[in-house]
């Protein structure tokens, strides 16, 4: 009996509003792990700021396997008050948490 080869996952971020850290990157950007991926958003906004704005910015990290676009997912995300989690089934603020912080994005924010 063979085995299905299991498929290797791809993360990518997605960056939505007027984000200055983001401008001159190459969008989306890809990562092997999704902590590969918390950490790049660490760089960009915790260690060097600004902060996004918790009004009108998002930031978006998608699971996919390549090749299958049916089979992606939003396994982490951000969201200012302008945008909906309605669209994001399974993402909740506590799934915001940033390894490094224990904190979410939103919280850290909202102290700076």
């Given at each position: 009996?063979?085995?299905?080869?299991?498929?290797?996952?791809?993360?990518?971020?997605?960056?939505?509003?007027?984000?200055?850290?983001?401008?001159?990157?190459?969008?989306?950007?890809?990562?092997?792990?999704?902590?590969?991926?918390?950490?790049?958003?660490?760089?960009?906004?915790?260690?060097?700021?600004?902060?996004?704005?918790?009004?009108?910015?998002?930031?978006?990290?998608?699971?996919?396997?390549?090749g299958w676009r049916e089979s992606?997912?939003?396994?982490?995300?951000?969201?200012?008050?302008?945008w909906v989690r309605d669209g994001?089934?399974?993402?909740?603020?506590?799934?915001?948490?940033?390894?490094?912080?224990?904190?979410?994005?939103?919280?850290?924010?909202?102290?700076?």
């Amino acid at each position: 009996m063979r085995r299905k080869k299991k498929q290797a996952k791809v993360y990518m971020l997605q960056f939505d509003g007027d984000l200055p850290r983001t401008r001159g990157l190459e969008i989306p950007e890809f990562f092997d792990s999704k902590e590969a991926a918390l950490r790049r958003i660490e760089k960009l906004f915790i260690r060097k700021g600004p902060y996004p704005d918790i009004e009108d910015d998002r930031i978006l990290l998608w699971e996919a396997v390549p090749g299958w676009r049916e089979s992606r997912r939003v396994v982490w995300a951000f969201l200012g008050w302008h945008w909906v989690r309605d669209g994001l089934p399974g993402i909740k603020e506590a799934d915001d948490i940033l390894p490094a912080s224990g904190k979410s994005l939103y919280q850290l924010c909202n102290e700076a």
